[in-house]
């Protein structure tokens, strides 16, 4: 688990166990990245810090259970293909992830993605598909994926987080629905414990004392609740590396193809948004294009071992960062390792732990998701109408099709029409004193595109003016075809009345691409 060379430290070391500072160093190099709190040697060096990586690793990992079943159940595959999958993502992706203390899983998205192939031709096509998604994402973050990540709004952000929390307390709905009536004061004594411990001491995360309480207390009282032992069986063996037995043809190619696309933009685009969830609550810069790789030889790693593919999970990934406080790989490493010996060697232990320990720890985590300050009365009064729009959007369009993918889409594309329309209202025309030379001018300012110039057009007097009409574009800035065959059109509206135009004042960029299409989009468009 080396840790990134380039993270540059601090000029003073915080003590051991301290939090993060918080402002992070600039250099001359590139942005603020993370500090020597969140070093592996540094953590090494700590035991309190060791300690906190150590038991938050083993409440990610107990909480990765019963998510890891439910999402090979829905995926139509055998749960330990889920587990499976969960172990080989959290290990390989804390070696070659970019952001440290995220945390790489079997994911209900990929598992939508993927059932149609697991159902349709079986586990082996299955693992090709994953291999072929990981390839996949390497090649994009090859291609600087990861760049696209500026073009994402905070709102969207917001209501990527906020919808995020949401599905992690849906996902718990199906635990307290139809269950014994002891289930309800076994959740409620659990967000007790997470919510007041803390406040008498930290050396142990409150998640771990409430997941060891509830179920030493079911145990020893022999209550009959529904345990992570009712999810499904638990593997009794060891993944074991193995090579997809598909056809390697066209017709293979083919038929994989559109689901590893799929899987290979839903993982990025959920680990990429989770990364800059992850630093922003750090306060740390993390590597986007690393991650993107990274997220893409974790899923060849996982296919290989028989693992059904993943990506960031928002829910142990926040219960890692923000509730057990961990900041390094330690911790990412350590919940696959905990998975795998927990499932394999400590299986009956496992099968006993109640599910409603793990309810009260997914509510408090999504209760802890939430951007609660984004949706008070008094930041919706202040925020503008269009900001709120584009968040309440993102959240719907995730909520409804539990599609991250799809609201993320929708939240951008709102937000582009939205900045669009913004934009194109802020474009003026003003008709400008004749020049000493008799000729009408006018006066252009703003941002020219296909919003702003499609109704140009109209604003000139092609009737009224003189023989000679100077368009000024000092203040404007020229930006596409669009605008170019908007100027061409008004050059010939005034060429037909026997008029010249000349337009003046552009820069260079203006310029340049108004030489280059002027005149040869079609006379007249």
């Known amino acids: 688990m080396p840790d990134d060379p380039r993270t540059p430290r601090p000029a003073t070391r915080p003590a051991d166990g301290a939090p993060a500072p918080a402002t992070a160093s600039v250099t001359a190099a590139g942005p603020p990245e993370a500090d020597e709190s969140h070093s592996v040697l540094a953590a090494l060096r700590s035991p309190r810090r060791l300690r906190t990586e150590v038991l938050a690793g083993l409440v990610v990992a107990l909480a990765l259970i019963p998510e890891a ?24 992706i804390a070696f070659l992830g970019g952001r440290p203390a995220m945390i790489s899983a079997a994911t209900g998205a990929v598992a939508l993605v993927v059932a149609p192939v697991a159902r349709e031709h079986g586990v082996d096509h299955l693992m090709a598909t994953i291999v072929l998604a990981g390839v996949v994402q390497v090649a994009l973050a090859l291609l600087g ?38 289930v309800y004061p ?43 032992g009712d999810e499904g069986a638990l593997p009794e063996s060891l993944p074991s590396l193995l090579w997809p037995d598909v056809p390697l043809t066209l017709d293979t190619l083919r ?37 993107a790789w990274g997220q893409g030889g974790a899923n060849i790693v996982t296919g290989l071992f028989g693992g059904m593919g993943g990506c960031a999970v928002i829910g142990q990934t ?98 582009t029409v939205l900045f669009a329309r913004r934009v194109a209202h802020v474009t003026t025309v003003t008709r400008l004193a004749a020049d000493d030379a008799g000729r009408a001018v006018y006066a252009v300012s703003g941002e020219l595109f296909f919003a702003s110039s499609n109704d140009l057009v109209y604003r000139f007097d ?58 040869n989009l079609g006379a007249g468009h």
Do not use: C
């Not at 079943?69 to 290990?91: E, H, K, Q, W, Y």
């Not at 038929?255 to 609550?281: H, M, N, Q, R």
């Not at 900041?327 to 795998?340: K, P």
């Open 186 to 228: 076994l959740v409620a004594v659990g967000v007790v414990v997470i919510v007041l411990l803390p406040r008498w001491t930290t050396a142990v995360p409150a998640p771990l004392v409430a997941v060891v309480l509830l179920t030493g207390a079911v145990v020893l009282a022999g209550l009959d609740v529904p345990t992570v």
């Open 318 to 415: 926040m219960m890692n960062v923000k509730i057990s406080g961990a900041r390094t790989r330690i911790s990412t490493f350590l919940a696959g390792v905990f998975l795998l010996v927990l499932v394999v060697g400590l299986g009956d232990v496992v099968a006993v732990i109640p599910m409603a320990a793990l309810v009260a720890v997914m509510v408090m985590v999504s209760v802890g998701a939430f951007d609660w300050h984004s949706v008070h009365p008094r930041t919706l009064r202040r925020m503008p109408r269009s900001e709120t729009a584009v968040m309440l959007t993102t959240v719907v369009a995730t909520v409804t099709t539990h599609n991250l993918a799809y609201g993320v889409l929708a939240g951008v594309l709102l937000a």
């Open 69 to 92: 079943i439910a999402f090979s159940v829905i995926a139509g595959v055998d749960p330990r293909v889920g587990l499976f999958a969960s172990f080989t993502m959290a290990v390989t």
């Open 255 to 291: 038929t994989i193809a559109p689901y590893a696309v799929a899987v290979a933009f839903v993982g990025l685009l959920e680990s990429l948004l989770t990364a800059k969830l992850v630093d922003d609550i750090t306060d740390t810069h993390s590597d986007k294009t690393r991650e």
């Open 462 to 519: 092609y009737a009224g003016d003189p023989d000679e009409v100077v368009i000024d574009l000092s203040r404007a800035h020229v930006w596409d075809a669009s605008t170019v065959a908007t100027l061409d059109a008004i050059t010939h509206k005034y060429a037909l009345k026997g008029k010249s135009v000349t337009i003046v004042g552009m820069d260079a960029a203006s310029e340049a691409r108004h030489a280059r299409l002027a005149g």
């Open 145 to 182: 994926v990861a760049r696209l990540m500026r073009f994402i709004p905070r709102s969207v952000m917001v209501g990527f987080v906020n919808a995020l929390a949401i599905l992690v307390l849906m996902s718990q709905v199906p635990h307290v629905v139809g269950v014994p009536w002891l």
